[in-house]
């Protein structure tokens, strides 16, 4: 009775951080989104030292914990920008834990989505770009009628497994402070002391987040499915 | 020493090396208005590479290629693009674009390319569908057609570009043998209204008498050029002839 209670005690508080958390993760996909399509294309068509910067780049990003990123982005470069322009300009710009913590799962998820996309593209037939070249396409036109649009619905499978991913590594944006599910939680646990219904409450937020973004995933893959094909 | 109209396609002393290996190794020919020239050889020979070299899809290591008299110089983008825009190309496996239906492969390059209007751009590609005999089929994609029937979109897809000339890449190889009749159809069909091409097949029963020069290369060289009367004759013997034969050979085998 008294878990029930707790629970229903912190449920509004904790209910708000899902906002945060949606939108820690809705900033981060759609930044690694942007970026990584590019980075993606880069890497495949690209010259080599495009290709060289984008490995560099994915090859940092997946060899550094996220936590590590987000206190070196949130304290070490955030902090250091700040002083600078407080001292240099005399600008006054305070950096949100939340902004940071989209900034860096971004840039991680950046590095991830770019090699979804590179074997969604590479597993195109060669022939889908000669033909392209043929009509008189140039190599950008080529990529973004008739390359993309078919890499990207090879990759839904792929991102909505990514999403998911971030979804839950979204938690630790907590260490920051930013008032999302897993800080609001642990805020009212170390307060009330009921630990166990309330991180089961915040295991469940993640588990319907988690639920309801994979379903929507998968209508946008039947929606754009191409008629004719069995998968 | 004029002729009236230069050639439309004037290839010059074509070399190609790939993976090491010289592919081709000094290829040249013309090809007049109308005409329709067939290269045939074994596989392995060079056909392919040559045609792509034609059209740039692989640049040429060396040589010369000359659309109406004018040099394309590959390595200005904006000439290549266009220059691209009069060589039809029809591939092997066809190269349907597989996420748009036969209408947008047929119209996407007119409303990206030639910038023409949407609407305009569908009716010029129905009237071409109509052409290949699928106008019926607009809506249908890639996958929901058989192997002739994309091959005739593609076929459909190059012409509404209104190009100078067409290469075709063995474009019944890939066909099961019942499917192989309605392409061909429609091959015989632009040659007899006058379309310039350039053809790698191995079915040349039923082009032969369409065919104003046979070209045979073997080992990236064009080793026997002239008519099918010359090169088919029954009484001269020549590798060309030889090596049809050793096809119908083949194809009479139960």
């Known amino acids: 009775m008294d878990a029930f209670i707790a629970i229903m005690d912190a449920l509004p508080y904790i209910l708000k951080g899902v906002a945060f958390t949606a939108g820690i993760v809705i900033g981060a996909m759609m930044l690694g989104l942007i970026a990584g399509i590019p980075m993606a294309v880069g890497q495949v068509y ?7 910067v984008v490995g560099v780049y994915v090859w940092f990003f997946r060899g550094v914990p996220v936590l590590v990123l987000l206190f070196l982005v949130y304290f070490g470069v955030f902090g250091l920008i700040e002083i600078q322009l407080r001292s240099g300009y005399g600008i006054h710009i305070n950096f949100s834990p939340f902004m940071s913590a989209c900034l860096v ?25 000669k033909a392209a070249s043929a009509l008189g396409m140039s190599d950008f036109m080529a990529i973004r009628t008739i390359i993309l649009p078919q890499a990207l619905r090879i990759a839904i499978p792929a991102w909505s497994n990514e999403f998911s991913i971030v979804l839950k590594d979204s938690a630790v944006a907590f260490v920051l402070g930013t008032t999302e599910i897993m800080a609001r939680t642990h805020f009212v646990a170390s307060r009330t002391y009921q630990h166990l219904p309330l991180y089961l409450l915040a295991g469940v937020l993640y588990y319907i987040l988690t639920w309801i973004g994979i379903k929507a995933l998968l209508k946008l893959e039947h929606k754009v499915r191409i008629p004719g094909y069995s998968n | 020493m004029t002729k009236g109209a230069p050639p439309v396609l004037q290839i010059d002393d074509i070399h190609k090396v790939l993976g090491g290996k010289e592919i081709l190794r000094g290829v040249s020919m013309t090809v007049d208005k109308g005409e329709l020239k067939i290269l045939i050889g074994p596989s392995g020979g060079g056909k392919s590479t040559l045609l792509q070299c034609i059209n740039f899809l692989l640049p040429p290591d060396q040589g010369r290629i000359f659309l109406e008299g004018h ?29 748009l239906n036969a209408l947008d492969n047929v119209s996407i390059a007119l409303r990206k390319v030639k910038k023409i209007h949407k609407a305009e751009a ?19 994609y890639p996958a929901e057609l058989s192997g002739g029937q994309k091959q005739r979109v593609s076929i459909a897809r190059a012409l509404a570009m209104d190009p100078k000339v067409i290469l075709l890449d063995e474009p019944t190889s890939a066909l099961d043998p019942e499917l192989i009749g309605e392409v061909l159809r429609v091959i015989v069909e632009l040659a007899r209204s006058g379309m310039t091409m350039i053809m790698a097949t191995h079915q040349i ?5 369409l065919t104003d020069e046979i070209l045979f290369m073997e080992n990236g060289r064009i080793i026997e050029r002239g ?13 060309c002839r030889g090596f049809c034969e050793m096809l119908n050979d083949l194809i009479r085998e139960p």
């Open chain 2, 205 to 209: 029963g039923y082009v032969k008498s």
């Open chain 2, 122 to 140: 569908r009716e010029r590609a129905y009237h071409e569908l109509e052409r290949v005999g699928l106008a019926e089929k607009m809506d249908l």
């Open chain 2, 227 to 239: 008519s099918p009367e010359k090169l088919l004759h029954p009484d001269i013997n020549t590798r």
């Open chain 1, 46 to 52: 690209g010259s080599r030292p495009v290709r060289t």
């Open chain 1, 105 to 129: 799962m971004g840039m991680v998820s950046a590095a991830y989505q770019s090699q979804i996309f590179r074997g969604a593209i590479q597993a195109l037939p060669q022939g889908q770009l």
């Open chain 2, 71 to 99: 040099e394309v110089h590959f390595h200005k983008k904006a000439e290549l693009y266009q220059f691209r825009q009069h060589v039809g190309m029809i591939f092997q496996d066809f190269n349907l674009f597989d996420h």
